[in-house]
C-alpha cells in the first residue's frame, strides 16, 4: 500500500513475509514511506532474524528509538499472518518525543526495570510518577519466557502509578523455547521493554476479552505465587473443583476446555482474565499469570471475540472524535488460536481495521498488571 | 510494611481519592491494588471493609506505590 500521501498525524504500519531480513527490512522501509518518525516498532516471527532488521530500522530512522519484539503472529489493518513482520512508525505528529530503554532482568527485574525507568527519565528530563498520564504513555515488551511480567508491571507500578505502560509479552511461534526483546541494535531474551511517549493529540487504551462471567465463583485458598499455581479452589483440589465447575473430569482437562472457561477477576464489572494452562501433579492447575491466595475469581464462559474487539475498537474511535491516526494493539496467542480454528482471520482484520493498525500476538498482556486472553492496545487521535 | 491508622478499605479509599483527585487515575491505582494484592479496595466484599489484614495488605502496596495515606 502507498503510504506516501499521509500526513505527518498517521501511523505507517508495514508487513513483510520475507524470511530474510534484509529484504523484509527493506520492504517494511518501503512501505512506510517518506516520514518524520518518532519511534518505531517491530514485531517479527522467530523465524526472521530480528537484529537483522533492527539495525536496518535504526539505520533508516537514526536518533529514534526503535524497539521490536520477536511474536507467536503479526498482523495490520491489512491482514494476520505468521512467520513474518508487522511494523509501525509513530510521526512526530502523533508523538512530540519518545524515550525508550532496555531493561535486562537477569540480575533481577527490580534493579532492572529502576534502571531502565532512569533512563526515560533522564531522557525527556521528567519524573515519569509526575508525568500527566493523558499526555504520557507507555508502550511495553516483555520477554515471554521468564514469568516476570508480574513483577515488572508492580515494579513499574510503584515508579510511576498513574503512567499507563501498555504492551505484551513477546512470543516464539508457540516454539515455548526462547523469545527476545530488541533495543536499537541491541537484544534480549530475559528484557523488558519500555517506550514512553510525549503525546501530541487525544490516545485512548483499551482492553477487550470475550468472556463474562457464569455465575460460579471460587476462592484461591492456596497458590504457589510465583511458578503461577493454584492449589486449592476452595479449600479443595483445584484440579477436581475446576473439573466439576465445567462438567469434566480432571483427567479430560485439555487446553479447548482451559480456553473456553478461563477465570476472571472481576473488576469494576470488567473481566481481568487468568487462563488455565494444565493441570499438574498433584491435581494443582497452573495458569499463564498469577492468582493470589484469597483472590476471589469467576469461571468464565466464551462470548464474541470478534463482536467484541469490534464494538471496542468503534467505541475507542468514537470517543477520539472519529478522528483516528492508528493504534498498536496486542492480541493474545489465546485468541489468536481461536481466531484460526474458527477461520475468522478476515473478520478479526475487520474488527480491528477501519484504521491503520500494527500489532502481534502475544504471550501475555500488559495494562496495570499482566492478563491473559485479552487484547489490549493504545489508540491515536489526531 | 506500612503502618496505618484507618479503620476500614473505605477510609483507605477515602483517603486515596482525596490524594490522587483524577478519577480515572483513582480507579488504575486501585487495579493495580487488586491485581497485586487480591484486595478489592472500592467494593470489598461483605464483612471486608473492616478486615484489618486487608486493609494492612492494601495500604502497603499502597506505600510501595508512594501513597503515604
Redesign the interface.
Known sequence: MDQGLLTQEELRTAYSSSIDPGEAARELIGQFGTVDAAAVLFFASPAVAGEPIARALVERFPAVPVIGCTSAGEFTERGTATGGVSAVVLPHGVVRRAAGALARLDAGVDAGIAAAVADVEGQLQLSL?DAD?DRYIGLLLVDGMHGSE?RV??VL??LA??L?FVGGSAGDDLKFAKTEVFFGDASCDHGAILLVLDVAVPFTVIKTCSFEPTGTSFT?TAADVPNRIVWELNGRPAAEVYAEAVQRTVDTLDSSVFTAHPLG?M??GEP?IRSPQQVIEGRGVKFYCQI?????VDLMRATDLIGETRAVMRKAVADLDDAVSGAVVFNCILRRLEIDEKNWNDDFVAAIGGIRVAGFHTYGESW???INQTLTAVVFGR | MAVTTMSSLSDLAGRLEQQVGNPASYRAVLTRVLLRTGVNVREPKPGQNEDQALVAKAAAALTEMGYRL
Open positions: 510518577r498520564p508480574e508491571n508492580e507500578g510503584n502509578p498513574l499507563s484461591i477477576l473488576i469494576d481481568w493470589l491466595p484469597g483472590m476471589d496495570l498488571g499482566h
